[in-house]
C-alpha cells in the first residue's frame, strides 16, 4: 500500500507541481461539489481528503460548492448534513459556493451558444433523443429540429424558461457531432424543463441545467485548476473541454479524472443507501451500519483514522475494492493508544462469592489504558455479588476453554482469584448462578504462593453495575463484491439478518454512565464500543465499534 501510495497519489501531485513550476498557476484551487441529495458516504470522505488535502498541502484553496442544479431531489437537511460531516472530518473550505447562485451566468452563456449556431432547441422526447444517440458502432440520428434558425431557437428558449411548454416537451441542445465516436459529444442535452420547486431558488427558473452543461462553467466562475472527479467522467471530458472552449469564461479549467472507492460488503450509492432508509431497513443515514460519514462517526470512527485510510488507499487511476478491514486497522491502532479500558458484561450471570464477608466492599485500583502512561487509574468496587458474561463459563469446558468451569479457578480483572464450586439451576435446566470461592489471598490478581491460572475475567459488581442496551454491530450485506451479485438478484437479497444484534440486558461498570456521546472505550475482552449520539444517564446505549482483533486467538495462547 506505501508504494501503490507514493506511485500514484503523485499523479495528480505531479500535475500540480509540474503547473506550479511552469508558472501555469501560483496554488492550485479544488472543490469538493456534492449534490445534496443524500448524506456523505465514505467515498465522498476519500475526495474529500484529496480535495482538500491538495489544498493544504500545496497552499491552495478548496471550495466546499453544492452541485445543486436538479431541484427534484435536493434539500436543505442534505445541506447541513454535507457542511456538518466535512467540518468533522476536519476540513474547512475557502469559500462555500452553489451552483444555483450561478444559474444566471449558465442562462447567459446558453444564449451565446445558440447565438454561435452551436446550441438547438429540440422537441423530440427524451426516448426519440435516446434511440437517435446512436451506439458505439453506429453513429447517431441528427434531430429533425437541428436546423432551427438562431432566432427560433432564441425565441423558444426564452418560452422555455418562462414555463411556456410542458416538461418533457422541449429541451436545449448543444450542437456538436452526432456521429462523434465518442457518444457523450453528440448533441448532449444542455437544459431540460423542470417545473419544481428548488430549495434555493424557489420556481424562478423553469430550465435547468444537466451535470455536463454547468459543472465546467462552476468551476470556470470559481478559479479552480485542477478540477478532480472520479473516473466514470473521463468519457466526459471532451465535452467539459467544448463548454468551456465555446463561451467567454474569466478562467479555463482543467478536470482530472481517480478511481472510485469501492468498500468490501456493502453499497456505495445515494440512491441505493436512500432505498435503505427510506424502507426502514436501516434506522437512518447515520445507522451505525451504514457506509456513511455520519453512520462511521455513530459507531465510533474517528476523523483521523479516516483520514489516514483515505491517504493510504492513495488515488490511483484503476478501480479497486478495499477491504473494510483496512479501514478497520487504522481505526484499532489509534483506539489501541486512545480508548479508556472498562469492564462491561454483555450477557450477565450472576457469580456469588460463598466465603465473601457479607457486607464488606473493597476497592481496587485499576489502570485506565496500559499502552497511555498518562491515562491514570481508577477504583472499581467489589463485593459479594457479581457478574460475569455467560460466555465465559462452560459446565463441561472443551479443549482449549480456559476461562470458569466447575472446580477450576480463573482471575477476576484487577481483583482476586475465584474457583467455581457450585452450579445453580432453574427447574429448565438452565445455568442461573455460579457459587464460587475468592482467595482472600491474592487480591491484585496473583495468589502468594506463585499459582497459574489460564483466564483472567472481566466482570461487575452487582452493588454498582449500571444496565444498559448494547448494539453489536455486524457487515449490512453478506457479500463481500457487491457488484458481484448473482444474475437477477438485488441487493436487498444480500442483506445480513444479523447485522444488528440489541442486547438489552448488559451491565457496565458505573463510570461508564457518565460517558458522552460518541466516547470511545475499550470493553475488554470485547472490543471497541462508543456511547450512542442518543444516550443519556438514565438510559446508556452503547455501539460496537469494531472487536479486538483475532480475539480467540490470542485469549486461547495466553498462558498468564
Ligand atoms: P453517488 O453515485 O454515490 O450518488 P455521486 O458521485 O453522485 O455519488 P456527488 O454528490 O455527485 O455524488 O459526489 C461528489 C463528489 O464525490 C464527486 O466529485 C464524486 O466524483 C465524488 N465521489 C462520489 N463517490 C465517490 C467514491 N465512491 N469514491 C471517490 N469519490 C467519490
Ligand atoms: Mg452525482
Known amino acids: 500500500m506505501a508504494d501503490a501510495e507514493s506511485i500514484v497519489s503523485n499523479f495528480i501531485e505531479k500535475i500540480i507541481i509540474n503547473d506550479m513550476e511552469s508558472g501555469v498557476i501560483k496554488a492550485p484551487v479544488t472543490r469538493f461539489p456534492p449534490e445534496p441529495n443524500g448524506y456523505l458516504h465514505i467515498g465522498h470522505a476519500k475526495s474529500i481528503c484529496l ?48 451552483a444555483s447562485d450561478y444559474f444566471d451566468r449558465f442562462y447567459e452563456w446558453a444564449l451565446d451558444l445558440i447565438k454561435a449556431g452551436k446550441a438547438y432547441v429540440d422537441d423530440q422526447s427524451s426516448e426519440e433523443i435516446r434511440r437517435n444517440r446512436g451506439t458505439l458502432t453506429q453513429p447517431g440520428v441528427e434531430s429533425p429540429y437541428r436546423g432551427r434558425s438562431v432566432e427560433e431557437n432564441l425565441d423558444l428558449f426564452d418560452r422555455m424558461a418562462k414555463g411556456e411548454f410542458d416538461e418533457g416537451s422541449k429541451v436545449l441542445r448543444a450542437k456538436i457531432d452526432m456521429a462523434s465516436s465518442n457518444i457523450n459529444m453528440r448533441d448532449p442535452v444542455m437544459y431540460r424543463i423542470l417545473k419544481r420547486e428548488h430549495y434555493r431558488t424557489g420556481d424562478k427558473w423553469r430550465v435547468y441545467p444537466m451535470y455536463d452543461y454547468a459543472h465546467g462553467y462552476e468551476d470556470a ?117 486512545t ?19 457479607e457486607n464488606f466492599v473493597d476497592e481496587l485500583p485499576a489502570d485506565n489504558n496500559p499502552e497511555d502512561e498518562n491515562a491514570g487509574t481508577r477504583t472499581i468496587k467489589m463485593g459479594r455479588e457479581i457478574y460475569i458474561d455467560r460466555e465465559d463459563f462452560m459446565e463441561e469446558p472443551v479443549k482449549g476453554f480456559f476461562r470458569l468451569a466447575p472446580g477450576r479457578e480463573v482471575r477476576l480483572k484487577h481483583a482476586y482469584m475465584i474457583t467455581c464450586t457450585d452450579v445453580v439451576k432453574d427447574a429448565a435446566g438452565e445455568v442461573v448462578e ?25 466482570w461487575v459488581w452487582a452493588g454498582d453495575a449500571v444496565p444498559a442496551k448494547v448494539n453489536l454491530y455486524a457487515h449490512l450485506f453478506t457479500l463481500r463484491n457487491m457488484s458481484e451479485m448473482e444474475e437477477g438478484k438485488d441487493y436487498r437479497d444480500y442483506l445480513n439478518p444479523q447485522s444488528l444484534v440489541a442486547l438489552e440486558n448488559a451491565l457496565l461498570e458505573p463510570s461508564l454512565a457518565k460517558a458522552k456521546p460518541l466516547d470511545n472505550f475499550q470493553f475488554l475482552r470485547h472490543g471497541y464500543f462508543c456511547a450512542d449520539t442518543d444516550m443519556t444517564e438514565a438510559n446508556p446505549v452503547f455501539n460496537l465499534t469494531v472487536s479486538l482483533k483475532d480475539s480467540w486467538a490470542k485469549e486461547s495462547g495466553k498462558q498468564s
Not at 80 to 91: P, R
Not at 346 to 354: E, N, S
Not at 434 to 458: F, M, Q, W, Y
Open 221 to 337: 466562475i470559481e478559479g479552480v485548476t485542477h478540477s478532480v472527479c472520479t473516473l466514470e467522467f473521463q468519457d466526459h471530458r471532451p465535452l467539459y473541454d467544448w463548454f468551456i472552449e465555446n463561451v467567454n469564461v474569466p478562467h479555463v479549467p482543467r478536470q482530472y479524472e481517480f478511481a472510485r472507492l469501492n468498500l468490501s460488503y456493502t453499497v456505495m450509492s445515494k440512491r441505493r443507501l436512500l432505498e435503505l432508509v427510506a424502507s426502514k431497513i436501516v434506522s437512518g443515514w447515520d445507522d451505525p451500519r451504514m457506509p456513511t460519514i455520519s453512520g462511521f462517526r455513530r459507531r465510533g470512527y474517528t476523523p483521523s483514522s479516516i483520514r489516514r485510510f483515505c491517504r493510504e488507499i492513495g488515488v490511483a487511476r484503476a478501480d479497486s475494492m478495499v477491504d473494510i478491514e483496512f479501514l478497520q486497522h487504522f481505526l484499532r491502532e489509534e483506539l489501541n493508544k
Open 339 to 357: 480508548a479508556l479500558r472498562v469492564m462491561a458484561v454483555l450477557r450477565p450471570l450472576k457469580v456469588t462469592l460463598t466465603n465473601w464477608p
Open 434 to 458: 455460579l457459587r464460587c470461592a475468592a482467595d482472600i489471598e491474592s487480591r491484585g490478581g496473583n495468589a502468594p504462593d506463585g499459582r497459574k491460572v489460564k483466564g483472567t475475567l472481566h
Open 51 to 98: 480535495n482538500f488535502g491538495l489544498a493544504e498541502q500545496f497552499g491552495g484553496g478548496c471550495n466546499l460548492r453544492f452541485d445543486d442544479t436538479n431541484p427534484a431531489k435536493e434539500e436543505t437537511e442534505y445541506v447541513e448534513s454535507i457542511m456538518n460531516d466535512v467540518k468533522w472530518l476536519g476540513f474547512q473550505w475557502t469559500n462555500l459556493c452553489h
